[in-house]
C-alpha cells in the first residue's frame, strides 16, 4: 500500500458516501477515543460510536451558520479518506472558532496533519473567522508541533495536562 504524501491532501464536503468512508476509515485505523466522546466503557467502536459519529458529521452539514454552529470536511489524501476536521464558532459569536482533527493511524506522522490545518486555516478565513483556538493535551506532542507550524501559541499546560492554543489574526486579517 502506497501511503499519501501531504502535497495531496485536500478537504471534502461529507455526504453520505464520502461519511461512509470516513467511518470506515475511523473503525478500521482510528481509536474511537480519538474520533468519539468517550460514550461507553472502553476505548472500543460499537454500534452506540458509530451511530454518533455518522449523526455528528450529518447534523453539521449546514456548516457554521446552521443551528450547530460548526462544520465538518472529511481529510482526503491521494484518494483515501483518512480522518476529518472541523471548525465550531466560539458561545460570543465573533469570529473565533475552534479547530479540532483527527486522522488514521497509518497515516499519522506524514505531515497530512499539517496540511490538513493549513487548508482548514484557509476555510475559516473565508468564512470569517479571524481568531482560531484548538484544545489538546499536553502528551500529544503530534497535535502540539502540528498547531505550532501552523502559527498557534500555546499554553503552559494545566494540572490536569489539558493545553490550549490560540492563533491569533494576521496582521493583514480585517476583524
Do not use: K
Not at 460510536?49 to 470536511?73: N, S, V
Not at 475552534?98 to 497509518?106: H, K, N
Amino acid at each position: 500500500m502506497t501511503l499519501p504524501r501531504p502535497d495531496s491532501v485536500e478537504l471534502v464536503a461529507v455526504d453520505e458516501f464520502v461519511l461512509e468512508a470516513l467511518v470506515r476509515a475511523a473503525v478500521e485505523d482510528a481509536s474511537a477515543d480519538d474520533v468519539t466522546p468517550p460514550l461507553t466503557a472502553g476505548g472500543a467502536w460499537n454500534d452506540e460510536r458509530i451511530a454518533w459519529l455518522r449523526d455528528y458529521h450529518r447534523d453539521r452539514r449546514a456548516g457554521l451558520a446552521g443551528p450547530c454552529g460548526e462544520c465538518t470536511w472529511a481529510v482526503r489524501a491521494e484518494g483515501m479518506i483518512v480522518g476529518a476536521v472541523r471548525l465550531a464558532l466560539g458561545p460570543s459569536g465573533d469570529a473565533a472558532a475552534e479547530l479540532g482533527i483527527w486522522l488514521t493511524r497509518s497515516t499519522r506522522g506524514r505531515g497530512i496533519g499539517a496540511a490538513a490545518v493549513r487548508l482548514l486555516i484557509d476555510e475559516a478565513a473565508a468564512a470569517g473567522v479571524v481568531t482560531l483556538s484548538a484544545s489538546t493535551r499536553a502528551s500529544n506532542h503530534a497535535a502540539l508541533r502540528i498547531l505550532r507550524s501552523a502559527g498557534f501559541t500555546t499554553d503552559q499546560p494545566s494540572p490536569d495536562g489539558a493545553v490550549e492554543a490560540r492563533r491569533a489574526p494576521s496582521p493583514n486579517a480585517s476583524a
